[in-house]
């Protein structure tokens, strides 16, 4: 069965701190995707990242870094020095062999607020 | 860029009325799903369809069906509205290549429905 969970709910930053949140998932395939998902408050859901479970190298952009580590099952997004429009709720999700059809599982999402 | 459009952002509607939701994407996807989302419970799956006149039940199918009479357009249909059915409402869209998925969903602004 596929799982992705997201411990935190909620964090809260001050402008230009770092922040990393946290995504544990769970497959029995050796062949999946993950996936990061922003929503900032005007709603809609906007595509971050997508890696392979062939690929753990971590992957930078911008302030935006993600670290990949199969050995935990986990798959974490860090901003650096944040700021107020990173404000958003961010998902994580998982898709796998098994998943139907173009599929997604998401996890409960983290509602980040980054404060001036 | 992948364009999905919902028909309405806002909707106020009464007790045991038929309800329909309109989703439309621009960019030939075989995939359209939907997702209603409540504070504390994430994203959760009401139904997904891979092609025109096919549909798949998600997770929490009961009190709505879908109807696909185009390859772009998928619309939500809540039969007999309740008040738990308020809720945000997201429409997603991606392309199919074959088993499994490796692509990613491409939201719309998402329709908030209050049933009244």
């Known amino acids: 069965a596929q799982k992705v969970t997201q411990a935190q709910t909620e964090i809260s930053v001050v402008e230009k701190e770092d922040v990393t949140l946290d995504c544990v998932y769970e497959?029995?395939?050796?062949?999946?995707?993950l996936f990061w998902y922003k929503q900032p408050p005007s709603g809609e859901l906007v595509f971050l990242i997508r890696?392979?479970?062939?690929?753990?190298q971590n992957e930078i952009s911008g302030r935006y870094s993600w670290n990949f580590q199969k050995s935990t099952s986990s798959f974490n997004f860090t901003i650096t020095a944040s700021q107020v429009v990173d404000s958003a709720v961010y998902f994580c999700?998982?898709?796998?062999?098994?998943?139907?059809?173009?599929?997604?599982?998401f996890g409960r999402g983290t509602q980040l607020t980054v404060w001036p | 860029d992948v364009k999905v459009t919902q028909s309405s952002r806002y909707l106020v509607k009464r007790t045991g009325e038929k309800v329909f939701l309109e989703c439309v994407q621009d960019?030939?996807?075989?995939?359209m799903f939907w997702y209603r989302q409540d504070p504390g419970l994430g994203l959760r799956l009401i139904y997904f369809?891979?092609?025109?006149?096919?549909?798949e039940k998600g997770d929490i199918p009961e009190g709505y069906s879908v109807s696909r009479e185009k390859k772009e357009r998928f619309s939500l249909i809540l039969e007999s509205a309740s008040t738990n059915q308020t809720s945000m409402y997201l429409c997603?869209?991606?392309?199919?290549?074959?088993?499994?998925?490796?692509?990613?969903?491409?939201f719309g602004d998402g329709t908030r429905l209050s049933i009244l």
């Open positions: 497959t029995r395939d050796t062949t999946y995707y």
């Open positions: 890696r392979n479970s062939f690929d753990e």
């Open positions: 960019m030939d996807h075989e995939n």
């Open positions: 999700a998982l898709s796998d062999r098994g998943s139907t059809l173009g599929r997604l599982y």
């Open positions: 997603a869209s991606s392309l199919r290549v074959g088993a499994g998925s490796n692509q990613p969903q491409h």
């Open positions: 369809s891979y092609d025109v006149k096919m549909k």
